[in-house]
């Protein structure tokens, strides 16, 4: 059986994190022949074209994991109706310099939480469109605009039944995407 090994980019930083507790959740709906394995985007310097030529070692470990994975999973937050700026950072630093694009090919899905209604809706479509010009195929539907509201999660950070009959759906569909895409 083949191994899927799928990296994960959380766009929030917040110990307690509705998106932190959303990607460890959703990684227990997947098959066992998937693996999620969250990337640390925190330690990374504000990208400069300059350091380009001789990137931080936090930025070669994140290039390397995202090579290494088989597919993305994003799970972010909306920040100001866009998407955060450590997660922006994340993306530039592993698509520079020009050429050298460690995201390109690797099948996403990207999904979020927020405490407003429309959840992480804008900020999704702006990481979609920045993914697109990154040459990432990402899953378009379902799509996943979680309103983190009192009773999402339990005490153990389990999803409550109807959230995670709509998730469970939701990675059936990443799975075959994937599966489809993965290289």
């Known amino acids: ?7 994960v980019v959380i766009g929030s930083l917040r110990r307690d ?11 227990k709906l997947a098959p ?5 394995n ?17 990137q931080a070692e ?10 290494s994975a088989r597919g993305l999973l994003f799970v972010t ?11 922006k950072n994340a993306i530039d630093h592993a698509s520079r310099p020009y050429g050298e694009n460690a995201w390109a090919g690797k099948p996403a899905g990207v999904l979020g939480a927020s405490i407003g209604a429309i959840g992480t809706a804008v900020a999704q479509q702006h990481l979609r469109t920045v993914l697109a010009y990154l040459d990432v195929p990402t899953l378009g539907q379902p799509e996943a605009f979680i309103h983190a509201k009192e ?8 999803l ?9 759906d939701w990675m059936d569909r990443y799975v075959v995407w994937v599966k489809k895409h993965a290289s």
């Open 1 to 7: 059986m083949s191994q899927y090994p799928i990296a």
């Open 160 to 168: 409550n039944a109807g959230s995670e009959k709509f998730l469970q």
């Open 151 to 158: 009773g999402l999660f339990d005490a153990s950070g389990n």
């Open 32 to 36: 066992p022949e998937f693996s999620f």
């Open 58 to 67: 936090p930025v070669k470990r994140l290039k390397a994991e995202i090579k």
């Open 77 to 87: 937050a909306e920040y100001n109706r866009s998407i955060p700026g450590v997660l």
């Open 38 to 54: 969250p990337l640390q985007i925190g330690d990374l310097p504000l990208y400069n074209q300059d350091d380009d030529a001789n």
């Open 17 to 27: 994190s509705f998106n932190r507790k959303l990607a460890t959740a959703i990684a």
